[in-house]
């Protein structure tokens, strides 16, 4: 795709057009627009009930599988919208990775199943190749040292803080453009969240990473980008440090300080 010549910016990855959400009748997310580049960490806050989780399902078509739910708009990825009629859902999600709060590796299946199947799935049947992709996943996870001598223990058998890189090296072994994360250090401990927060400023090498987080003190750590959600409504979309030193709108500036 020559974004060039569509008069966009090369590294812009993800553009999302008049985004609403709703779900059972009720409206979760209200005519959301922002663009996002290649390569970057972004942060989407706001007190609870604000959309945030909603709007990152939307971005990779989960939505759409909870009874009742429904959107209008666009989100284009690489200059294609992923809600076209010609988009194939498992296609996108393979494209666009999910890790969500809670660790969930795979019951019954080893660690290295556990990051294989997403390219056992895809067609991937060479044990040679299949060995070279999991061990890369896991190092990108940082748990390859912690775990190289016991691929075959059960996934379930690692620490909560384990299983949570686990499941980003299942995501990443399938090499996505995006990686949507789901406050995924909520459940973890101290420890364990610092290697995910670390993990997070590496992976930006990699993938566009999108995460939901309460924590401000998070977001301003791990992002390049702020994402500040209120009753459904994008409030602002800016550079992390210009968010908290200079906010453009006065609620980004209640919330931060906590004068909500």
């Given at each position: ?83 076209s009629a010609t988009s194939d859902p ?46 890369q996943s896991l190092k990108n996870a ?59 400023q590496k992976l930006k090498n990699q ?54």
């Amino acid at each position: 795709m020559d974004f060039k010549s569509k008069g966009m910016k090369k590294n812009l990855l993800i553009e999302v057009k008049k985004l609403s959400a709703w779900f059972k009748g009720a409206q979760a997310l209200s005519d959301i627009n922002l663009s996002i580049e290649r390569n970057k960490v972004v942060a989407v806050i706001g007190p609870s009930g604000c959309g945030k989780s909603t709007f990152i399902r939307c971005l990779n078509r989960l939505h759409e599988e909870v009874e009742g739910a429904y959107l209008t708009g666009e989100v284009i990825l690489e200059g294609k919208n992923i809600y076209s009629a010609t988009s194939d859902p498992v296609l996108i999600r393979r494209n666009i990775g999910m890790v969500f709060q809670k660790p969930n590796p795979f019951p019954g299946m080893s660690i290295y199943d556990n990051v294989a199947i997403g390219l056992k799935l895809g067609g991937i049947r060479n044990r040679s190749l299949l060995d070279e992709r999991v061990e890369q996943s896991l190092k990108n996870a940082a748990l390859w040292k912690e775990v190289k001598d016991h691929l075959n223990r059960p996934g379930l058998s690692l620490s909560g803080g384990q299983q949570q890189r686990l499941c980003i090296a299942r995501a990443l072994a399938v090499k996505p453009s995006v990686m949507l994360m789901d406050e995924p250090t909520s459940a973890l401990d101290p420890i364990s969240t610092g290697w995910i927060e670390e993990l997070l400023q590496k992976l930006k090498n990699q993938v566009t990473v999108i995460f939901v987080t309460h924590n401000m003190q998070q977001a301003a750590r791990v992002s390049n980008r702020i994402a500040f959600f209120l009753n459904g409504e994008l409030v602002e979309f800016n550079k992390t440090s210009w968010f908290f030193t200079k906010p453009k709108h006065s609620k980004s500036e209640d919330y931060i300080t906590g004068r909500f």
